[in-house]
């Protein structure tokens, strides 16, 4: 299967809905929400939640929750509840969290990586045990639960899909093991400007590849992990002198080079056509099926029109 998706930084609280049904009418495969505190004034969960009550069809999904912004029981229950109000429509993303900003913005302490995806390694066990057992309890380093019940109704191998982002050798690792959806990104150098620079073609392919291998060694059959990309930046435009200028104002923004920008796949900013393309080849030399669109809103029915439509009648 060949899915693209939607991704929204932030629904307006009276239009949401009416944004949420627009997108499944035109066939994206999947609605995702982020979790930034800078981005919304609304929470995502009822955000999510309110999407999943409006729609039938269409997928919907944190992208991603950060493990240190709500305790691991509280997500584990909001997702299991969000999977039973769509009928088992909800993708849960969750990270390490990597936006320094959100933390300052909510006091929250900034703990160096490993410590931030220990603590994700630790959220994964109770989560996924408490969408299985009847009762789950846990001692770790991090956490601690005791006798905490069931979440939700959930019927066995009906779960939620679990999305994780991984760049870094131990992300990767992490999502070999839990991962129903694993998004290859760089790992976060500090900054978009650099970020964008690391997201080459062979970058994708060898973490792919890595997960797919850790996938084996644990007994996993890699075939059933799916490959995620998001594409950040991304525009239809109208002729090469548009794109060029949206393109200068990137190297501008980022202080990167032309050919850092691009050569990297977090970019595709041209003609629907171009973008098209671009993505049926990274389907085609990476096996990535699923692809995240930042799109502005005026051009969500052109996106779906003329890229989407064409990419899922093809594949």
Known sequence: MFFLSFQKKAFQLRSGCKVAQQI???GYSSILQQDHFDLTAYDPIAILASAASVTKTVKIGSFVFSVDYRHPVILAKAAATIHLLSKGRFEFGIGAGYQSSD???AGIPFDPAKKRVERLEEALFIIKSMWTEENTSYTGKHYRVKEIEKAGELQDGNYPKIMLGAGGKKMLRLASE???????IPRWPGSWG???QLHTLDRIKSKIHRVK???????RNPDNIEFQMFIPFNEITKDSEQRLTRIEGIIKHF???SESIENSEYVMIGSSNYIRERISKLYKETGANYF????????NEEYARSIIKPLTKRN
Do not use: T
């Open 178 to 184: 839990y991962a129903d959806i694993v998004g290859i």
């Open 255 to 257: 202080e990167a080079s």
């Open 194 to 196: 650099k970020a964008i």
């Open 292 to 299: 995240v669109l930042n799109i502005r809103n005026d051009q």
């Open 103 to 105: 933390y300052d913005m």
């Open 213 to 219: 291998s850790i996938a084996e060694d644990l007994g």
């Open 24 to 26: 499944e009418q035109l």
